[in-house]
């Protein structure tokens, strides 16, 4: 667990929606938070300039299983 | 054992699909279903405790009701006379609806869900609200509010959850089918634990109106039951465009019961080469590998199959859902904490720190992502399969958020491993059970298909079915008489 990024999350979830760590495991699971951000960082560069949320419904139909 | 005792025994091993067959046929009635399924709760429910709320006299009513339709030579629905029982959290006008929660624990709406029509209006009635994880919150079925639920097979193990309680009382034998809802496998992971069969079925499929949300990216309804021929029945009542529904798929909706023909010969069956079985419990690889001699068997064929972006998946399907479920509950994260319990707040309060960019980045990428997996992964396969759970079902002390220290975390987190890429990928998924661990608990066995192949993973899990007979074995308390 990082102590940095816990305290980090703890600062934006009060600045922002005025919630406080509930518990231990918040507070420790706002640490792990790390992790995701590595997973972010990871994927950086991959996004595509014209791609939206509503991209997903279209790739559903464009991507379904069609009847036999 | 005497003819009451039999007689009574008989009536709870009955599939839904059998019983609904059988009260068409007038072999027997709703009443005497929903009698055998009341003494069965009565019976059984210090077991699993799998019930928030019952109706009896209402029910029993119904039942009467349902029995002079038949008598009448009226059209019966596909359902008719079956009682059922759902998870606390499908709105019916005027009716408690606990979510699961403290805070909700005297809400009652004014409307009623769509599916709850649709079933009632297919011929079930419902018995009642039956345990869940907190504002499905939690993949283990631990509810410090309403006890945890305790799975059928084995008191001190987890049921799996959210929708915990369905599982349990479809496992115990007290119904033949429940509505769970599945947001990163709130319905597989039950359906595996409990050793029932249960499908999230494609992201749109089925409406969510009038359904407690968590996710609305991510929320899914669907059916546990005994069989994969229990929940085509439901998934062809409750699936379809509801008008009240903006986000529900107007894809038409085929016999999902008519599919199920046990032919799967030459039918590809994907094993996926990375991530599902990383590091997986050897006796669950065991199973896993059994099952896939199963199918081929019966002539399919089994062709490895490599995932792509399975990191993207996985970092992007663990921060929507969360997002999402933080901004529903944001007001009474503020102003009641304290109600929540420790399972449910402990997970979600990262969720206000994730920045709205990251958020959108993984919605936006969705689509694209499901193309190349649908492109690498069904362009060489028909449908995916891989174990439910990757490791053992813990037992609830050691999945505890609340008394099990910081190991329980992880064990808590790891248990959707496997179920989650499904919802962001918002793919259809069906769980049946394919054995037992060392423990006795049953083992699930994941098929997952391309948007609205339904038919076609219900298809593969019915002819493993066929020719297995896990999903029959009885578990402990549903051998109680």
């Known amino acids: 667990m990082s102590e940095t990024i816990s305290k980090l999350v703890q600062q934006t979830a009060a600045d922002w929606s005025s919630v406080m760590p509930p518990n231990r495991p918040a507070v420790l699971l706002a640490g792990q938070m790390e992790g995701t951000i590595a997973g972010f960082t990871a994927e950086r560069g991959k996004m595509k300039f014209e791609e939206e949320p509503s991209s997903f419904e279209a790739a559903l139909q464009a991507t379904k299983e069609v009847a036999a | 054992m005497n003819v009451q005792a039999s007689k009574f025994a008989t009536l709870c091993d009955l599939s839904m699909t059998e019983a609904a067959d059988e009260v068409a046929k007038g072999n027997v009635t709703s009443v005497e279903l929903t009698e055998a399924a009341l003494a069965a709760f009565e019976l059984r429910e210090d077991k699993i405790n799998s019930v928030i709320w019952l109706e009896r006299e209402a029910a029993l009513e119904k039942a009467a009701e349902l029995d002079a339709l038949q008598k009448s030579g009226a059209e019966l629905g596909p359902l008719h006379g079956v009682p059922l029982a759902h998870k606390d959290m499908y709105y019916q006008a005027g009716k408690l609806t606990t979510c699961g929660s403290k805070i909700r624990k005297d809400f009652r709406p004014d409307y009623s869900a769509t599916v709850m029509d649709r079933l009632h209006g297919a011929g079930s009635l419902t018995l009642g609200g039956l345990n869940m994880a907190e504002f499905a919150q939690n993949p283990t079925g631990h509810n410090v509010h309403y006890g945890d639920c305790h799975n059928p097979w084995g008191y001190e193990y987890c049921t799996g959850g959210s929708s915990s309680g369905s599982g349990a009382a479809v496992g115990a034998h007290c119904v033949t089918a429940a509505l769970g809802s599945d947001t990163g496998g709130s319905i597989r992971l039950p359906a595996a634990i409990c050793g029932v069969t249960g499908i999230k079925p494609t992201q749109t499929r089925v409406s969510r109106y009038g ?6 990216s991510c929320d899914n309804v669907g059916p546990l039951a005994r069989t994969a021929r229990d929940c085509a029945r439901i998934m062809t009542v409750i699936a379809g465009k509801d008008p009240m529904d903006p986000t529900s798929s107007a894809e038409p909706v085929p016999d999902y019961e008519a599919a199920l023909t046990g032919d799967i010969r030459g039918l590809k069956i994907g ?17 896993f590998a059994a099952a896939l001699e199963v199918l081929k068997a019966r002539g399919a064929e089994i062709v490895s199959v490599t995932l792509p972006e399975m990191a993207a998946i996985t970092t992007y399907g663990g921060i929507v859902s969360r997002c999402e479920g933080s901004t529903i509950h944001a007001q009474w994260m503020r102003e009641r904490p304290e109600d929540y319990a420790v399972h449910l707040s402990g997970r979600m309060y990262a969720g206000y720190a994730i920045p709205a960019v990251q958020y959108l980045e993984a919605l936006a990428r969705r689509g694209g992502i499901l193309k190349t997996f649908a492109a690498e992964v069904f362009g060489k396969c028909d449908v995916l399969a891989s174990p439910t759970l ?40 069906v769980s049946v059970n394919s ?34 007979d896990w999903h029959m074995q009885k578990s402990p308390v549903a051998q109680m008489i």
């Open chain 2, 271 to 287: 094993v996926p080469e990375n991530y599902f079985l990383e590091d997986a419990s050897p006796e669950i690889a065991d199973a």
């Open chain 2, 435 to 468: 054995g037992f661990d060392d423990n006795g608990m049953p083992i699930g066995f994941q098929i997952a298909g391309r948007p609205f192949a339904e038919a076609k993973v219900l298809k593969v899990a019915d002819a493993f079915q066929l020719d297995t």
């Open chain 2, 211 to 216: 359904v407690m949300p968590l996710s609305f």
């Open chain 2, 390 to 429: 990757r490791w053992r079902t813990p037992t609830l002390a050691a999945a505890s958020m609340e008394t099990g220290g910081d190991d329980a975390i992880e064990t808590f987190m790891n248990v959707s491993i496997n179920t989650r890429p499904m919802n962001y990928l918002g793919l259809p998924a």
